[in-house]
């Protein structure tokens, strides 16, 4: 279902180096969710959004991870600076049903 | 918060036979289960879902039960086929919430 885009779906960097994820569920939805997902495991909850409010950020390493929503549309998810733990896929949702393709970051 | 265990992590079927999966929950005030297939390097994607309000669910091949008492609740798959190769991930939420997920089951139909 074409029903949250990502970009971009693969991302090498240099460990340090700060890295960005954009995600747009096609068609809105005021419930946007950012996921961690390691490779065997299930989605992990980094942030979670209604509208342009962050309602639950708890999960979200807040001294190197950052994210918004301005208008409450399109979201983009920040690393900086990046670790060789964060290698994994980063993926976006729209309330429960629809994922995006993700965005596989490898830092190297 | 919500605890959600699920079992088995690896599953190995013979093609035509059924294929049970199992999850746990801790938050009595979860009232939304929903199953993702996710097939190797793909998007996690809905496949059957089922509210607090009803027992069972079936769409075709594929049946999720809920017991509220016990709190747990599982898919079926009958008459596996290849195609069904994935891992399943299990969920817990309440509604508008946070979404809670299984460790995931690696499922394998063997032709």
């Known amino acids: 279902e074409a029903g949250v885009v990502q970009s971009p779906r693969y991302k090498i960097i240099e460990k340090k180096q700060p890295v960005a994820f954009w995600c747009n569920p096609i068609?809105?939805?005021?419930?946007l969710y950012w996921y961690l997902q390691n490779l065997g495991q299930g989605p992990e909850l980094l942030i979670r959004?209604?509208?342009?409010?962050?309602?639950?950020d708890s999960q979200l390493p807040k001294d190197r991870f950052s994210a918004e929503r301005l208008k409450g549309v399109d979201s983009t998810l920040k690393i900086q600076p990046a670790e060789l733990g964060d290698s994994a896929v980063y993926l976006c949702?729209?309330?429960?049903?629809?994922f995006g393709s993700g965005t596989r970051l490898t830092v190297v | 918060g919500e605890n959600v265990e699920q079992h088995p992590s690896t599953l190995s079927v013979q093609e035509g036979d059924s294929a049970v999966i199992k999850c746990t929950y801790s938050?009595?005030?979860?009232?939304?289960f929903p199953w993702y297939k996710q097939e190797l390097g793909k998007r996690p994607q809905l496949i059957i879902d089922?509210?607090?309000?009803?027992g069972e669910k079936k769409d075709q091949r594929i049946a999720v039960t809920l017991n509220k008492t016990a709190k747990h609740f599982s898919l079926h798959i009958t008459e596996t086929q290849p195609e069904d190769s994935a891992v399943y991930f299990c969920?817990?939420?309440?509604?508008?919430?946070?979404?809670?997920f299984g460790t995931g089951t690696s499922l394998t139909v063997i032709p």
């Open positions: 959004y209604e509208n342009e409010e962050a309602v639950d």
């Open positions: 089922i509210r607090s309000n009803v």
């Open positions: 969920a817990a939420s309440i509604m508008n919430g946070q979404f809670y």
């Open positions: 068609s809105g939805h005021n419930t």
């Open positions: 949702a729209k309330y429960g049903y629809t």
């Open positions: 938050d009595s005030a979860s009232n939304y």
